[in-house]
């Protein structure tokens, strides 16, 4: 997979480690701006457990 993308990237070794980065950021941002908080209403984050057990 990544060998394919890094073939298929333009450009001199430097430049394509610069653009691998750029799409590693806008991966990145893509999740946290739109994959995830579409996802978050969906997950069981707000059943917290934790302290409901018997008095000790």
Not at 5 to 31: C, D, M, N, Q, S
Request: glycine letters at 6%.
């Amino acid at each position: 997979m990544y060998a394919f993308l890094w073939r298929h990237l333009p450009g001199p070794t430097p430049v394509k480690v610069i653009e691998a980065l750029a799409l590693l950021v806008l991966v990145f941002l893509l999740l946290m701006h739109v994959v995830f908080p579409a996802l978050e209403p969906h997950l069981p984050l707000d059943e917290v457990t934790v302290g409901q057990g018997s008095p000790t």
